[in-house]
């Protein structure tokens, strides 16, 4: 089975730019979150979507936004790119349980230059 | 608001000892905890978690300890390995659902 696959893998992109990042899910899995990776800061939640709804939510501006396709896949959009945006961004998939009961399994990321 | 705190940023072991990575949260609402491993160009893999009914989880060489009085969990990895060289995260949640919020992460680098 197919792991959790991101693209594209590296991004520049300049200060007031928008960006849009792609997630495609384990194949049955319904659940894919996404999260941000800086140093010092470590993962931070951006959201959660579960069957194309938003189910959960971080606490990031609203030029943070996302969206999920009903083949469960995911895209991340960043408008009005700032400095502090570049990092790893991170989604992960599983079946859509909570996760106590549920591994979720990671991409490698799309690591996003701002200059 | 860090809700989960990773305070070393790295730790430094010789191979065949013990490595213990710590982590606290504030939040009392956490009941389930979990660890994850990165390795660089590579997403997260889970490794062990626990939930606050236990005070110990082991699996293998892993053995994750919660202290729910000090809101305070640890990884202890015996014996440690180069190929246990890695970004270590803890992260908290909810058992019934809801976010899974993580700490910044410590690297634990294992010489040989």
């Known amino acids: 089975k197919a792991g959790v696959t991101q693209t594209p893998r590296y991004l520049i992109k300049t200060r007031g730019q928008q960006v849009t990042l792609s997630c495609s899910p384990i194949?049955?899995?319904?659940?894919v979150s996404w999260y941000q990776q800086t140093p010092g800061q470590g993962l931070q939640f951006l959201f959660e979507?579960?069957?194309?709804?938003?189910?959960n939510k971080g606490n990031f501006p609203g030029r943070f936004s996302g969206r999920q396709f009903s083949n469960s896949r995911s895209e991340m959009n960043v408008s009005t790119l700032e400095l502090g945006d570049s990092a790893l961004y991170l989604c992960?998939?599983?079946?859509?349980?909570?996760?106590?009961?549920?591994?979720?399994?990671f991409g490698p990321g799309t690591r996003l230059l701002v200059l | 608001d860090q809700q989960v705190k990773q305070n070393s940023p790295s730790l430094s072991v010789q191979e065949g000892r013990i490595s213990i990575l710590n982590c606290d949260y504030t939040?009392?609402?956490?009941?389930?905890f979990l660890w994850y491993k990165k390795y660089p160009a590579e997403g997260p893999t889970f490794l062990i978690s626990?939930?606050?009914?236990?005070d110990k989880n082991e699996d293998g060489r892993f053995t994750v300890f919660l202290n729910k009085s000090a809101k305070h969990l640890s990884l202890h990895i015996v014996p440690s390995q180069p190929g246990d060289s890695a970004v270590y995260f803890c992260?908290?949640?909810?058992?019934?659902?809801?976010?899974?919020?993580f700490g910044q992460g410590t690297e634990l680098s294992v010489k040989p």
């Open positions: 626990i939930s606050s009914i236990k």
């Open positions: 979507y579960f069957s194309e709804t938003q189910r």
């Open positions: 194949s049955g899995h319904r659940s």
């Open positions: 992960a998939s599983s079946l859509g349980g909570s996760f106590s009961q549920e591994t979720q399994y």
């Open positions: 992260a908290a949640t909810r058992y019934q659902g809801g976010k899974l919020i």
């Open positions: 939040n009392s609402m956490f009941d389930y």
